[in-house]
């Protein structure tokens, strides 16, 4: 993180937080670093937050990422409550940051196809329906041959 995102801690500083300040018991940095733990390690439901980060060495580490001091992890409907509050185009900016660094930097100049940077998209598998769910959503059929 150090090598590629140098600036990260003070760009998760900077997404808006519409949380009154009063009642702010996890920052913004650790709730954001705990989500992103979250999808990385592809966690499929709330409930399994809690297990998988639940241990002193997952709190150890979210709290060196996040460069907080929390003495507990954060419950998953305080994360989901946090990540729920948080307006889209603020993490499309973050989203938009880090791209732009690892642009900057050529980290990903090894994957570029005749000059220019793919752009891979799979959201397949990501709703499963047994039956048509309506008119609008795409089927999917069995290939013969």
């Not at 018991?25 to 409930?47: C, D, E, H, I, N």
Request: charged share 20%.
């Amino acid at each position: 993180m150090a090598h590629f995102f140098p600036e990260l801690s003070l760009w998760l500083k900077q997404t808006q937080d519409r949380r009154d300040p009063e009642l702010i018991t996890y920052p913004r940095q650790f709730l954001l670093w705990m989500g992103l733990m979250a999808f990385v390690l592809k966690v499929g439901s709330r409930r399994q937050v809690r297990f998988e980060l639940d241990s002193p060495a997952a709190l150890a580490n979210l709290n060196r990422l996040a460069r907080a001091e929390q003495e507990a992890m954060a419950h998953s409907d305080t994360l989901n409550n946090y990540l729920g509050g948080v307006p889209p185009a603020s993490l499309v900016k973050l989203r938009r940051q880090m791209i732009h660094r690892l642009v900057r930097m050529k980290a990903l100049d090894h994957g570029r196809l005749f000059g220019h940077f793919l752009v891979v998209i799979d959201a397949t598998g990501q709703l499963h329906f047994r039956k048509r769910h309506c008119p609008h959503c795409l089927f999917m059929t069995a290939s013969t041959g």
